[in-house]
Nanobody, 122 residues
């Protein structure tokens, strides 16, 4: 069992920045992909970004490319999402996730954090 704890959400004006953190509870992780999802009220959950903990390959949703950066610090067992040039449409609850085993990401079989709210005002 892997526990994920997010932090770093908050309220910011459009154009501002926030950095989300996701601390993991284990030094032994059998999966590969970790990432961030978000869900706004009345909308479906969407993948924001993901990173391979083995190869450091990354994926970004088109809506955040060039503004968000996902990274991983293995020494601290923490994943980050640096969010710059924030827009009101980025307002959502952000969740970090880690696949339970290699390949689980594509089955949606992930560990989940509790979520952290990001609110961007215009």
């Amino acid at each position: 069992q892997v526990q994920l704890v997010e932090s770093g959400g908050g309220s910011v004006q459009a154009g501002g920045s926030l950095r989300l953190s996701c601390a993991t509870s284990t030094y032994t992780y059998s999966g590969d992909w970790m990432g961030w999802f978000r869900q706004a009220p009345g909308k479906e959950r969407e993948t924001v970004a993901r990173i391979s903990t083995r190869s450091r390959s990354t994926y970004y949703a088109d809506s955040v490319k060039g503004r968000f950066t996902i990274s991983q610090d293995n020494d601290k067992n923490t994943m980050y999402l640096q969010m710059n040039s924030l827009k009101p449409e980025d307002t959502a609850m952000y969740y970090c996730a880690a696949e339970k085993y290699r390949g689980a990401w594509y089955r949606g079989d992930n560990y989940w954090g509790q979520g952290t709210q990001v609110t961007v005002s215009s």
